[in-house]
């Protein structure tokens, strides 16, 4: 039982250290399901010692089942993740030659290019992941048209929030494609 519970516990905790740098997902943690059953499984044994009444223990298990099926349902019938080509067909319908698209946080680019390009479009394509490079950004091309492409993943690449902060001071609310977020800065012509 230690082995499972030491099985468990340590990518488990792992995984909390990591949530501090990168996002995590569940599906990260998929490969922990084996271990997971046969500690449920190994304790079958001494609940039924405890337990005599074999009726009550099958119940039981039923109920825990019936328990988690809402949560199951909406887990295996939503999407996990965002809808990049989607996205970025939504990005290419308003972007112009010329603008300037900025990705927030800057490793985003490597889903947004898989599916949108910056050459074809005929704009210009940065990254950043906090307040401060996107105020170098915004005073680099003041009379442009600014497009910033921002996910969640931001808060943790950036969490004193300060780029979250400069958005919501100096930019406008475009839309959204599942948890892709799109803002911009239009200049008054």
């Avoid at 084996?34 to 499984?41: C, D, K, R, S």
């Avoid at 809808?83 to 946080?105: C, K, Y």
């Avoid at 091309?141 to 921002?150: A, G, K, Q, T, W």
């Amino acid at each position: 039982m230690a082995l499972v519970v030491g099985l468990l516990l340590i990518p488990l905790i792992f995984s909390v250290i990591l949530s501090a740098k990168i996002t995590m997902n569940p599906r990260y943690l998929i490969f922990l399901l084996p271990v997971f059953y046969l500690g449920i499984a190994s304790a079958y044994m001494p609940m039924k010692e405890l337990i005599k009444n074999d009726k009550f223990i099958y119940a039981f298990m039923a109920v825990l089942v019936l328990v988690n099926i809402p949560f199951m349902a909406t887990y295996y019938t939503s999407y996990t993740k965002n809808d990049w080509r989607g996205f970025s067909g939504q990005l290419g319908n308003v972007t112009e030659a010329g603008d300037v698209i900025v990705v927030l946080p800057g490793y985003m680019t490597q889903p947004l290019d898989y599916y949108y390009s910056n050459e074809t479009d005929g704009t210009i394509e940065l990254l950043a992941s906090s307040g401060e490079e996107l105020e170098a950004i915004y005073s680099e091309y003041p009379d442009s048209r600014l497009f910033f492409v921002v996910t969640g993943d931001i808060n943790a690449k950036n969490p004193e929030g300060d780029a979250v902060e400069w958005l919501n001071a100096n930019t406008g609310y475009m839309g959204q494609n599942m948890g892709i977020y799109l803002f911009a800065i239009v200049p008054q012509v």
